[in-house]
């Protein structure tokens, strides 16, 4: 591999795992032997941090950095994530990708606080988290020079890494080619992808998860949890507020242990190919579950329905890597407005795998309880027949004008025969 430039002073994100730890010396040997800055990031892997900062100086950093980041993933990256709706393709909830623009903002900090002249990653070229690191720094930091050792060295395979990090001598710790699961791991969500995973019909080995109890061996008996929301943020459960680090790190525990928040997804990479990928998210699946509740009870439904819609591109920007952008900014002030008046409380139901919505208040709730209730109240019904005659004007116009239609001869045939022409096709 030739080398693609100068760099006296690396700034690398470092995550004591395989792909980072074997970054280090290859540095050392394709850029003259430069300094090298490791940071990482802690967002509640809850890692041996003493074990990772050993593993960071035998590996080849001159320095080493761990920036305690849990709070500020949760109320500033997570909770507004929540409070958009954002779920990508409808099944993934984000969690890798939330945490990766706050992580290499944090590392694009410590650079230039150092003088670094350059920012390196452990990302490959196959994978998402590549745009998500780089985005960032090009949003923050773009005169820096940015090293991918993975998209130009001659390791191609989790296999060639390890070993490479045997020839080298670098401590694996659990790491091997029988635990050769990739996982990320925070305060939000773990996921799982690799091994017997790359085979989509293989079913998740059970030995895998590492956050939640399977449904089958959750317990038998409900638990109920009432989640607060103050203008679509998370503030508390049960009445007592709790930070956001705590009231995740709570609802995390109540959701795992009734076996909530796995999901199995086939997913499709920024990069154009399909992923597979099994994620643990047990009390933000909760999270999210709640909150569209409360938004529904809470939000009128022109609002709403654009909401929805935008939810999904919000999505699009997240896994993108697109945090730091005009548009993700743009579509923060929307959801903020749209969520004014969403404050109130959701109860919800945990049982085996399952959590189910049984209550909601509100002191914005736009329901209201004369209007729906089938019983006597204000509502005439006789409103109703104008309302149809003009929501149903087009439509019976429409079907007036049509319903003489001329055929390619330009005999007049009736609207039923067209219809029941193509229902036959």
Not at 190 to 213: A, C, I
Not at 281 to 306: K, Q, W, Y
Request: aromatic fraction near 10%.
């Amino acid at each position: 591999m030739k080398n693609d430039g100068k760099a006296t002073k690396i700034c690398l994100a470092y995550s004591g795992g395989l792909d980072t730890s074997i970054i280090m010396p290859w540095l050392k040997d394709h850029y003259d032997n430069p300094e090298i800055i490791a940071v990482c990031t802690d967002v509640g892997q809850k890692e041996d941090w003493e074990a990772v900062e050993r593993k960071a100086y035998a590996s080849g950093a001159s320095k080493y950095y761990l920036v305690d980041c849990k709070e500020e993933l949760i109320a500033d990256y997570v909770y507004p994530m929540v409070r958009a709706g954002a779920i990508y393709e409808g099944k993934y909830l984000l969690g890798t990708s939330i945490a990766r623009p706050l992580q290499a903002r944090k590392q694009v900090e410590i650079a230039l606080q150092e003088g670094c002249d350059a920012l390196a990653h452990g990302c490959t070229g196959k994978g998402n988290d590549q745009l998500r690191f780089e985005l960032t720094y090009k949003a923050l930091a773009p005169h820096l020079k940015v090293i991918a050792p993975w998209r130009v060295w001659d390791i191609h395979s989790r296999e060639q890494a390890i070993a490479y990090a045997e020839e080298k001598n670098l401590d694996l710790g659990e790491i091997s080619r029988q635990n050769i699961y990739s996982r990320d791991w925070n305060v939000w969500h773990m996921s799982h992808e690799g091994g017997r995973l790359e085979d989509p019909w293989n079913e998740p080995d059970p030995s895998m998860f590492r956050l939640t109890k399977s449904p089958q061996e959750a317990p038998d008996a409900v638990t109920e949890v009432v989640v607060d929301f103050e203008k679509g943020i998370p503030v508390g459960l049960d009445g007592e507020k709790l930070s956001p680090k705590a009231l995740m790190e709570k609802l995390n525990t109540l959701a795992a242990e009734n076996g909530i928040g796995r999901t199995d997804i086939v997913e499709t990479r920024m990069v154009g190919m399909k992923s597979r990928g099994v994620y643990e998210t047990p009390g933000g699946t909760v999270l999210h579950l709640a909150m569209r509740d409360l938004e529904m009870f809470t939000i009128n439904a022109d609002a709403l329905s654009l909401k929805n819609k935008l939810a999904i591109y919000y999505s699009e920007l997240v896994y993108s890597g697109k945090w730091f952008t005009t548009a993700r900014l743009s579509l923060e002030a929307f959801m903020e407005a749209t969520t004014a008046y969403s404050t109130g409380s959701v109860r919800m139901a945990l049982y085996k795998g399952n959590a189910t919505v049984v209550g909601r208040k509100s002191p914005y709730a736009l329901y209201l309880e004369d209007l729906a209730s089938f019983g006597e109240s204000s509502y005439d019904h006789s409103d109703a027949e104008g309302f149809i005659n003009l929501y149903g004007l087009a439509t019976g116009v429409t079907a007036m004008v049509q319903n003489k239609l001329e055929d390619g001869s330009g005999q007049a045939i009736e609207m039923k025969q067209v219809a029941a022409r193509y229902h036959d096709k």
